[in-house]
């Protein structure tokens, strides 16, 4: 196993045959010929390639990089590139060059996902066991990619590898998870296989992978809270929070060529509690004797649900084409249930008895049902995508039962359920786009997306061109610049910075229109001796038809009047971008460092904020820096560090006061909205990896050359924030004060894994 990540440590390479091609959707498809080549796989953000404004994270590193409770996190990694900010400290919320957070088009296998966050946005639904690739794009979107304005984060899951198996489990502070992947043979590949002199050669047609987690926040919460609940409370309580994911991922290569795949995706987030009460007391006035028995529980649960088939077929030498339909389900539900009966006895009478039942059921749902067709044509200097797509949108914002029934001395019945209705929303779009290379030193990539959008009796039509160009000035020195016009069709209602429950996806309207956004970006890409990458890119980017909300309005969590609470405006954003990265080696890493500016202005008639003036956006952070690397000093031993330095967000803070004489009381005056800069972020991160081999006594077999090989230990410790520095999380006016509330300090994890 040890020479295997060598391998891709010092030769970013793939197993391919002699015909690899691109498929539609960017990933490298490798058909099984008898002659197996190695060939060099070219960076996406190298001089060499035509794309701009675009990351791989390399997944060695994302293992490594030290991370909130030692739980190796996408979003988290994307964070640290330049570009990127995050909302609040902890928080994987994704802000892509003055975009909001629901300005990303977030894809796992090619399917939209809406929410991608854990434990209100602690985490990431993301499992990093079973990821094959991750990539970023900040601009220069190819044409195949649309419906958001900001980036496009294509998250793949590996299919397994074809010859051999590999698996693990892993028990940390947070979570515990377990992995496997490989090989589905038959018995007469077995038997192949066994005659073989190469068994790892040996490619089985069909593989699986399957990854699960699980935190435990609630196990280790429920005898904290089964004590304080007898010390302090009158009953007995149980309650708790846990997450959970599981992926999956199964792929058959046919003989000739075709390739048949199936994704799937299920995580939920859960929070209940349970109280039960028994009471039994007298009156002191008419000797009443009263028993009390109560029962309460509430539960809250949000997740995803995705299942995706996908058809590859190879229709002839130069043209490929792929057929794909997903169904993807994102929901909440709050319940809440409460049984109570009460029995009253006066002396010289009937006992009476009173029950009361309260049931409250809450839910809201969003649906997506896709089908899409995707081409690929190379020849010559051609590589040529087209393709078509229908998306049928279903929004259920609302829908709600409360019941009350007690039965007693009065009677009482009420049985009421209320909804905002089914709303659908019909996605219909045609793209085609060519990566023309006349000659080694310049080459072009040219798109056009069409779309049409049609919702509630309104539909919305959008022309949305793509170029990028790309001249080598040197054999390592390439200048790259990009247009790219998108449009995006939802919007997330949030009052906070945080994923909570009760942030709604809400689609366009007839008073809402669509938002657009237009981005140029020009820069240097620089091979170093190819040991590293430099780049360096400037861009600009106009927004229009932006949503916030009016002056004093917030969002408690009802979908109906929202379009009364907003407003719409326009918006723009510009900056520097310098990213330095090494991917294979002792040493890799990166360093990344921002400067950006971020505007809004809402000046439209009954619209207005700020008084109509531009102001700053509240994730508007002049200078952003991070450095990241990873030292393998041994085959056994890792260390990892991470620094990341900001200018503070921005908030809306009264800096001055007045009496008001006609109300008789002090009125906080507010400049600008906006106008407050908290104080700078910084920290430091530090982890090590100690990698312990495998032996099994008694049998060398499973060590060396059977399913146990180079299987090993991982014992990790990771330290966020090392020197415990108060970041701000929130500030606040008290009286004459401005406080400040700081949430994460110095947080040590150790966790175990065992990989084969």
Not at 416 to 437: M, P, R, V
């Amino acid at each position: 196993m040890r020479k295997h990540w060598l391998l891709i440590l010092l030769v970013p390479a793939i197993v391919s045959a002699q015909v690899t091609r691109t498929s539609t959707t960017g990933d490298t498809v490798n058909f099984r010929v008898d002659e197996i080549e190695v060939t060099g796989r070219q960076s996406i953000s190298g001089p060499e390639s035509p794309q701009m404004s675009a990351v791989e994270i390399p997944l060695l590193q994302l293992q490594t990089i030290p991370a909130l409770g030692g739980e190796a996190d996408v979003l988290k990694a994307i964070q640290l590139l330049p570009g990127v900010q995050s909302a609040s400290e902890g928080q994987t919320g994704v802000y892509v060059r003055g975009g909001g957070a629901d300005e990303n088009l977030i894809l796992l296998d090619g399917v939209p996902l809406y929410n991608v966050s854990h434990a209100m946005g602690m985490f990431s639904v993301f499992n990093a066991d079973i990821l094959k690739n991750v990539t970023l794009y900040k601009g220069n979107f190819p044409a195949r990619y649309g419906s958001r304005l900001s980036s496009v984060i294509d998250v793949e899951q590996t299919a397994g590898d074809p010859t051999m198996w590999h698996g693990g489990v892993s028990v940390g502070l947070i979570s515990a998870k377990i992995h496997a992947q490989g090989p589905i043979f038959t018995g007469e590949q077995l038997r192949e296989r066994k005659l073989s002199q190469q068994k790892d050669t040996f490619q089985a047609a069909t593989t699986f992978a399957i990854a699960a987690r699980r935190t435990y926040y609630d196990v280790l919460m429920a005898p904290l809270m089964a004590l304080v609940s007898a010390r302090q409370m009158d009953g007995s309580a149980i309650g708790g929070y846990y997450f959970y994911d599981v992926n999956a991922k199964l792929q058959h290569r046919f003989r000739n060529n075709d390739r048949l795949s199936a994704s799937f995706y299920m995580g939920d987030d859960v929070i209940y509690i349970r109280y039960n009460r028994e009471e039994e007391y007298n009156s002191y006035y008419d000797g009443t004797r009263t028993k009390e028995k109560a029962k309460l529980g509430l539960r809250w649960a949000s997740g995803n649900l995705m299942a995706k088939v996908q058809y590859d077929h190879r229709l002839r030498s130069d043209l490929t084409m792929q057929v794909h339909a997903h169904f993807l389900k994102f929901g909440y539900n709050l319940s809440e249930q409460m049984d109570a009966v009460m029995t009253e006895s006066e002396p010289g009478k009937p006992a009476t008895t009173t029950t009361f039942n309260q049931s409250l059921d809450y839910r809201s749902r969003l649906m997506d049902g896709v089908a899409r067709t995707d081409f690929l044509y190379e020849r010559d200097e051609h590589s040529v995508h087209f393709g078509a797509g229908y998306e049928l949108h279903t929004f259920r914002p609302q829908i709600g039962n409360l019941m009350i029934a007690e039965l007693g001395p009065m009677n009482l019945n009420y049985d009421t359920t209320y909804t905002q209705g089914t709303i659908f929303g019909h996605e219909a779009y045609l793209y085609a786009e060519d990566t023309y290379t006349p000659v080694r030193w310049f080459t072009m990539n040219y798109g056009l997306r069409t779309a049409l959008y049609h919702i509630d009796g309104k539909t919305y039509p959008s022309i949305e061109p793509r170029v990028g160009l790309r001249f080598m000035l040197h054999k390592d020195v390439a200048f790259k610049a990009s247009y790219s016009y998108m449009s995006q069709y939802v919007h997330l209602l949030s009052s906070t910075s945080i994923s909570s429950p009760t942030d709604l996806w809400v689609p366009v309207t007839k008073d809402i229109p669509p938002m657009r956004s237009m981005q140029v970006a020009a820069g240097l890409s620089y091979n170093i001796l190819d040991q590293v990458e430099l780049s360096v890119e400037g861009y600009y980017k106009r927004s229009k038809n932006l949503v916030e909300y009016k002056e004093g309005a917030s969002f408690f969590g009802l979908s109906s009047g929202w379009e009364e609470k907003v407003a719409v405006g326009d918006g723009w954003s510009y900056g520097v971008e310098l990213l330095l990265q090494r991917k294979f080696g002792p040493v890799t890493g990166w360093i990344g460092y921002t400067w950006s500016r971020t505007m809004r202005r809402f000046d439209r008639p009954g619209m207005v904020i700020n008084n109509g003036k531009p102001y700053h956006a509240k994730y508007d952070r002049e200078h952003d820096l991070s450095i990241t690397l990873q030292y393998r000093i041994t085959p056994r031993f890792e260390l990892a560090g991470t620094f990341v330095y900001g200018t503070g967000n921005r908030a809306t803070l009264a800096m001055q006061r007045y009496y008001d004489t006609n109300e008789m009381c002090w009125v906080d005056y507010i400049s600008e909205r906006n106008n407050f800069v908290m104080p700078d972020y910084h920290r430091l991160d530090l982890a090590f990896n100690w990698h312990i081999p495998h032996k099994k006594s008694g049998d060398a077999s499973l060590s060396k050359g059977g399913w146990l090989k180079d299987a090993e230990h991982l014992v990790s410790v990771s330290v966020y924030n090392t020197y415990c520095h108060k970041n701000p999380y929130l500030m606040l006016v008290v009286g004459n004060q401005l406080k400040q509330i700081s949430i994460f300090p110095i947080l040590p994890t150790v966790s175990y894994a065992f990989r084969f």
